[in-house]
């Protein structure tokens, strides 16, 4: 067997030598990191969870160049994507490798074993011809409906991924409808210049006439009332997909791309399990109808990590299906791990709901940056909803500018945004104190840990609201600083602790508690302003307080029909 010879001076050859093993470590050194930085991620998880199992995918490798791609941004390139993946499916598994260009399509059907990979450089954008997408049986906002395609689907694949740092674009814009309310003046003029067509109120723009018939028929949000296939296809153009749909799947990782401008929601991973989403950029305007970052619903055994969501609606949201459909198909969300994401623009940063009927249970939410959405951590369902969501965990929370609540749970939710828009009142949502009997129709939420969060120039503190007849349960908030205009509410609470405590920055009482039995307030601190620091109102009874905070009774409020011993100080 021959030999290499080194050839030089020995200077040279030892520095060779050291260079070759350190080259040699750095390789080694890389692969342990990346095995040990997953391994990391499980660290201080508060329940079992079974790791992830992960993706892995043979050599073979097809460039969607050698199958007639064209990366020029005119034209349509479906077939060649098609030919590339079901070339490496019909191999056994690989790369289906996206050079750089613009690379306009179709939709993509991912196989299994196929890791469709976007070099540095590359764009994929999708047509904005509406005939390139079939209206498909799917589920979307919880409901078992009919919509078109999304232009990244995946059915009951295994072992898939979408990997690289090149850019996804869905042509949102092509499906979309726009409110007058979320645009500039200059930008809403330069849209009429494109076409389409006004409500009769002259106040949302359509991009046919085909989607405003389909909104005008629709009374549950984005789901028409109509399930006749003739009369949908008719308003298909109001039916917009999510951008990346995949359901019943096992084994699938999203690590690196940007996905931005979706028709409907960004990602949507729907009954899956074993999924990983990391290193994403995850884009949307921020006047975007429905333009979720990420929706994870039905699913088991998640990870996470390290995104950006810059988007329209809620960023990063956990959802298990609508009502009777959700609670038919039985799924929650569980055994999910979230950490070191950041959020700038969204309804919420962190989201469990509103559609939660199948449950969501066995959540860690940690290392996360909230820098201006509407609100911070969000919680909302509504009566007739049904699920129970439980176990979750949330610690190391920062957040900036939360012009709504740092910290909402809303049990009377009927799909306001969290800051009002103009076709929007607040009375949709008002509370309603009828005491209604408990079936499976009546939604809980239970046994939620919020620890070391941080929230500075907010409008409001926090804002916990549970039902009459199903109480928001044992959630603690423990080691919080809040800096907001307006202090903590609590309505119909539990159970609710309040450890470690701070509330600075408003001129309203710092906490108000209302028809909430056993609430425990311990070392809570505020900023003088004149008023009590607790008022204490309606049905309460069992509050529980620290004689260290309230030295000075006049400190505690209390409303008509709040008896003395309602109240303990200890």
Not at 57 to 71: L, Q, R, S, V, Y
Not at 123 to 150: A, M, Q, W
Not at 493 to 521: D, R
Request: hydrophobic share 35%; proline share 4%; aromatic share 8%.
């Amino acid at each position: 067997m021959s030999q290499t010879k080194l050839t030089g001076t020995p200077k040279m050859k030892q520095y060779f030598l050291k260079s070759f093993f350190s080259i040699l470590f750095l390789v080694y050194w890389t692969g342990a990191f990346s095995q040990e930085s997953i391994k990391s991620i499980y660290e201080g998880i508060e329940f079992d969870m079974p790791m992830v199992q992960e993706t892995s995918f043979p050599a073979f490798e097809k460039n969607i160049i050698e199958f007639g791609a064209i990366g020029d941004g005119l034209t349509k390139n479906s077939q060649a994507f098609k030919a590339a993946i079901e070339e490496v499916n019909s191999k056994g598994g690989g790369k289906v490798t996206v050079p750089r260009g613009i690379w306009m399509t179709g939709p993509i059907t991912l196989l299994s074993n196929v890791n469709l990979h976007l070099e540095d450089g590359a764009l994929i954008i999708f047509s904005k011809d509406k005939d390139d997408y079939p209206l498909v049986e799917t589920s979307f906002e919880g409901l078992n409906t009919v919509r078109c395609l999304s232009p990244i689907n995946a059915f009951q694949v295994e072992n898939i991924a979408i990997t690289g740092k090149g850019t996804i674009d869905g042509s949102g814009e092509a499906w979309r409808f726009v409110k007058k309310s979320k645009m500039t003046d200059t930008q809403w003029k330069s849209l009429l210049k494109t076409g389409g067509v006004l409500d009769e109120k002259g106040q949302i723009w359509f991009p046919s006439q085909a989607s405003l018939d389909g909104y005008n028929a629709s009374s549950s949000f984005n789901v028409p009332d109509t399930k006749d296939r003739a009369e949908l296809e008719k308003m298909k153009d109001f039916l917009r997909p999510v951008m990346v749909s995949i359901r019943e799947s096992k084994r699938v990782l999203l690590d690196g791309p940007t996905f931005q401008n979706s028709p409907a929601w960004n990602i949507h991973p729907l009954m899956s399990e074993d999924v990983i989403i990391r290193n994403l950029n995850i884009r949307n305007p921020w006047y975007s109808q429905n333009g979720d970052g990420l929706d994870l619903e039905s699913c088991k055994n998640v990870l996470i990590y390290n995104n950006t969501f810059d988007v329209g609606d809620d960023a990063i949201c956990f959802k298990s299906g609508k009502d009777k459909d959700g609670r038919d198909r039985g799924v929650p969300t569980e055994n999910v791990i979230v950490k070191n994401n950041i959020v700038y623009h969204g309804h919420g940063g962190f989201t469990v709901g509103s559609e939660m009927s199948g449950g969501v249970r066995n959540v860690h939410v940690s290392e996360c940056t909230f820098i201006g959405t509407d609100v911070g951590l969000r919680f909302k369902s509504t009566r007739g909803r049904g699920g129970i969501v439980e176990n979750i965990w949330i610690s190391n929370i920062h957040m900036i500018d939360i012009p709504a609540e740092a910290i909402r749970f809303n049990l009377f939710y009927s799909g306001n945004s969290p800051i009002l828009e103009d076709d929007q009142s607040a009375e949709d949502e008002a509370r309603n104190e009828d005491l209604i009997p408990v079936t499976e129709e009546t939604p809980s939420f239970r046994n939620i840990s919020m620890k070391n969060i941080y929230a500075s120039g907010s409008g409001i503190s926090a804002f916990f609201m549970g039902l009459p007849e199903m109480k928001l349960q044992n959630v603690k908030l423990e080691n919080a600083v809040l800096d907001a205009k307006q202090g903590i509410t609590m309505i119909d609470a539990e159970g609710l602790e309040l450890i470690n405590v701070k509330v600075s920055g408003t001129n309203e009482f710092p906490l108000t508690i209302y028809n909430s039995q056993q609430v425990k307030v311990s070392n809570f601190s505020f900023e003088e302003n004149g008023k009590a620091a607790v008022r204490i109102l309606g049905n309460s009874k069992d509050i529980e307080l620290d004689k260290e905070d309230f030295k000075d009774p006049n400190k505690i409020s209390r409303g008509n029909g709040v008896s003395q011993d309602a109240v303990k100080i200890k």
